[in-house]
């Protein structure tokens, strides 16, 4: 089981969102005949399973669950932090910051009518896994001469002088593990909100692979 906090970039209270399932993508037509592609997220019933206040645990935000779990795969912790408040087993949770924590209690239901009257979203999610990668598809480095005298073909190169600084700077771009990181792409278009059906369409496309868990929020920045 899975447990994230979702905050804003300043650190003050966010807008409460929904967690969803990446389904793949497809296209809609708008009125005008013009094909928009669309990713489809299904919406999975999502419960509040704990409530934050700045009383007792430091800072308000309401803790939500989502996807259910068997006993066996999850610790006792977690069967008895379920258990106290007679919920079912879930095996993702996840925290919104929200300013009146009052407004909420264990059980309740987060609807998708929370993404009502909202134009714009910003959708976090884990990026597909690429394994281990070297500098030119992980950080787009230009190749050396393909040429057959040639002995440095996808070579990073030098990585530091030898003397001063003697070291590697941190931070400095090298082969690694690509992908598989948390990401957020901001002002995604809300194309449509099936409530009936549990489905949210936003134009473009997501991080993660098909089946992975994402959070959508509306968005809090100025857009254009």
């Known amino acids: 089981m899975s447990v994230s ?8 209270n966010m807008t409460l969102g929904v967690i969803g399932k990446k389904v793949g993508m497809t296209q809609i037509f708008d009125e ?6 669309v990713t489809v997220i299904k919406v999975d019933e999502t419960v509040v399973t704990q409530v934050k206040t700045v009383e007792t645990d430091g800072y308000n935000a309401i803790q939500v669950g989502t996807v259910p779990a068997k006993e066996k795969h999850l610790t006792k912790a977690e069967l008895g ?5 007679s919920l ?4 993702h949770l996840q925290e919104f910051r929200v300013e009146n924590p009052s407004d ?13 009257n909202v134009e714009k979203v910003d959708v976090t999610g884990k990026s597909i896994g690429k394994g281990f990668q070297g500098t030119v598809k992980r950080w787009n480095f230009s190749r050396g001469p393909m040429g057959h005298g040639s002995k440095n073909h996808r070579e990073p190169g030098s990585i ?7 070291r590697v700077i941190k931070g400095k771009r090298m082969a690694g593990n ?9 002002k995604l278009k809300l194309v449509k909100v ?9 134009k473009g496309s997501v991080p993660g692979c098909e089946g992975r868990l994402v959070t959508i929020v509306p968005t809090r920045t100025k857009w254009n």
């Open 104 to 116: 909420y209690k264990v059980g309740d239901k987060i609807e998708l009518s929370v993404l009502d």
């Open 178 to 186: 690509m992908g598989n990181e948390r990401v957020t792409i901001t």
């Open 32 to 37: 005008q005949g013009l094909a928009i592609p």
């Open 160 to 166: 530091g002088a030898g003397t001063t600084p003697s």
């Open 88 to 91: 079912g087993n879930f095996r």
């Open 5 to 12: 906090s979702t905050m804003s970039r300043k650190g003050k």
């Open 194 to 202: 099936d409530s009936a059906n549990g489905l949210v369409l936003v």
């Open 81 to 85: 932090h379920f258990k106290k408040n």
